[in-house]
């Protein structure tokens, strides 16, 4: 069974611009997450979509968003990008078949965004 | 905003010497995750704690949620050069909107 995939594994942007990453989850699993990786803040939750609603959600501000289509994909973007954007994006699927810390989560390879 | 405490920050050992980190929380805990980060990888599910005072183990990794259900720790026995990577604890927070808070993980690095 294929993991959890991300596109692009690497971004380069520059301030104000906007961002779009996906994430295509393990097939059959129906829960996607999305955390902000840096040295400094460590592992952040974003926010996590389950059947196309968002069910959770962090600290972030709104230029923060996601959604999750009906096969399950997801996209999260940023926009009106900042300096302190730049991090590691991971998503992670699960099978959420209960409550959102029921299940495994199987984390993708990332999407390192840098933003200049 | 809010961080899980998590200690130490960074833990160097001998190979064949004993590790443990540690996750505390100021509130009680619904539940808590550990997962391991390899150098340049993404994080790997390790394993969940729910029950007050549940201890589990995988191998050489033992894992322990409080009576409290308010901290957490991970020890490994007998470290090999495996071992190496980020431990992080994942909490959840009871009464907290399901918020999911990440510690900022222990860096492990054995020494040959």
Known sequence: KAG???????L???RGQQVTLSCSPISGHRSVSWYQQTPG???QFLFEYFSETQRNKGNFPGRFSGRQFSNSRSEMNVSTLELGD???YLCASSLAGGSFFADTQYFGPGTRLTVL | GQQVMQIPQYQHVQEGEDFTT????STTLSNIQWYKQRPGGHPVFLIQLVKSGEVKKQKRLTFQFGEAKKNSSLHITAT???DVGTYFCAEH???RDDKIIFGKGTRLHILP
């Open chain 1, 4 to 10: 959890v995939t991300q596109t692009p594994r690497y």
């Open chain 1, 12 to 14: 380069i942007k520059t």
């Open chain 1, 41 to 43: 803040q460590g592992l």
């Open chain 1, 86 to 88: 730049s991090a590691l």
């Open chain 2, 22 to 25: 540690y996750c505390n929380s």
């Open chain 2, 80 to 82: 090999q050069t495996t």
């Open chain 2, 93 to 95: 927070q009871m009464n």
